[in-house]
């Protein structure tokens, strides 16, 4: 079986208001060039707008070694807190 290598990048696109949007993920390394156009899929089936590559990680890690961010997220609750009941205001 094949190892599938990811980069981090740093993705963004134009916004209507002139600014610029940003998204950091961690992509496929065939796609992780700067400058190359990325799309993601939503949820729902649809693409996303274009996002450009605007920086590529020169470290790579294959699938099994990338963060799972949803058990962070939880961790970072429990250790701040957040994930406790909040009291009503009486």
Sequence with gaps: MKTTYYKQCRMCRPTPTGGEMFHIAYIPEKYA???KCIKFKR???T???DFIVDYAADSRRAEQELPDSH???K???RAT???MKKESKA
Excluded: L, P, T
């Design 43 to 45: 949820d729902d089936d």
């Design 81 to 83: 807190g957040d994930s």
């Design 33 to 35: 060039v700067v400058g």
């Design 71 to 73: 058990n962070a997220i």
């Design 75 to 77: 961790a970072h609750r």
């Design 47 to 49: 693409w996303s707008e």
